[in-house]
């Protein structure tokens, strides 16, 4: 029986509200080398978006660098690394032939994806194919097929491609797209406008285990043989639910999958920590020195040099929300004409809009104080 690790969207390089998360993704890989050394797979997985952007920074592809060193070179295990959309193809698959020869298949070109990585048990051979992000004019052109307008459809002809080269019973695929009905991020860039980037699941049928990047929740995709792992880190306030872990895979003799998952640990978590800015100061909450943290200001008024004191008690804070600004409806001023309102209507309406909740007695009271004091002004002038 063989087993298999699969990860996906490290995004190595990758900054949150401006705090620079590369020491947190050494040390995600590090646990990853550190799992490997206990139990090592036939093989890692790596579904693209290595890195945050098509031009990384030197020292996160220096991470990359000592990572796929220490996991290929230094410890023999064979790794399968194809780009997502965030990667750029020809950066990361330089020397990707010399380097296929042994231990590090990168499948950074469409000419390649027909092409496997195999590994034997004692059962026989096991095809690891990999299909790098597809752009459709791309796929359009490689096949010289005008029909291939979208996600859909390049993926379905560069999948029929695979299957017409494999020749083992047991085939695994990596790759990099929008499965539909996966959920969603907000770290997550979109492929395209109007929905002409999603791809069905059946289209992944023929495989006995597809290794999926793109979406950053761990989550089956259609098909239970078909996964995301998700990204080993919480990149966005909308990942704060999420579990993040590794994807141990195993097959068996008739190709049967049996999947489990690897929590991954961190030193500092993303969290939200919620409240006023009096309660945030003196309140017991669950958020670590250490941690990543996402402040939900409850304060109505103004707040005197917020971001400054949360920091003395969370020295990590990132962002604050103020949810006196949030509004989830048309206001009450939608459509009306504001010089035919009385003052007062109008500011009532005003905060109102700007605090969903309506003004309090005293509050009407130091307003209507207010708007006399100003006409009295007005007035005597």
Known sequence: MARFLHTADLHLGRTLYGERLLTDQEAVLAQLTEHIDRDPPDALLIAGDVFDRSVPPAEAVDVLDQFLYAIAGERSVPVVMIPGNHDSADRLGFGSRLLGAGRLHIVSSLHRATTPFV?????????LFGLPFLEPARVRQHLNDDDIRDHQSATTAMVE?????????????????????????DSERALTIG???????????PFNYVALGHLHRPQTAGLPHVQYSGSPLKYSASELGHSKSFTSIEIDATGSITIDHIPISVQRDLVRVEG??????????????SDLVIARLMDKGPVHDAMNRLRARWPHTLHIERTHTETTHATPLAGKDHRELAMDDLF???????????????ETAMLNRIIDGVRTQENAS
């Open 161 to 185: 491609q695979i299957c017409a080269a494999s020749t083992a019973a047991r085939t695994i695929l990596v790759a990099h797209a929008f499965v539909r009905g996966g959920t969603v991020s």
């Open 119 to 127: 590994i034997h048990d004692e059962h026989g051979p096991i095809e």
């Open 276 to 289: 006023t800015i009096d309660e945030l100061l003196s309140g017991e909450y669950a958020a670590r020195e």
């Open 348 to 362: 009532s309406m005003f905060f109102s809009a700007v605090t969903n909740e309506p003004m309090s007695e005293s």
């Open 195 to 205: 929905g002409l980037d999603t791809v069905d699941a059946s289209v992944f049928e």
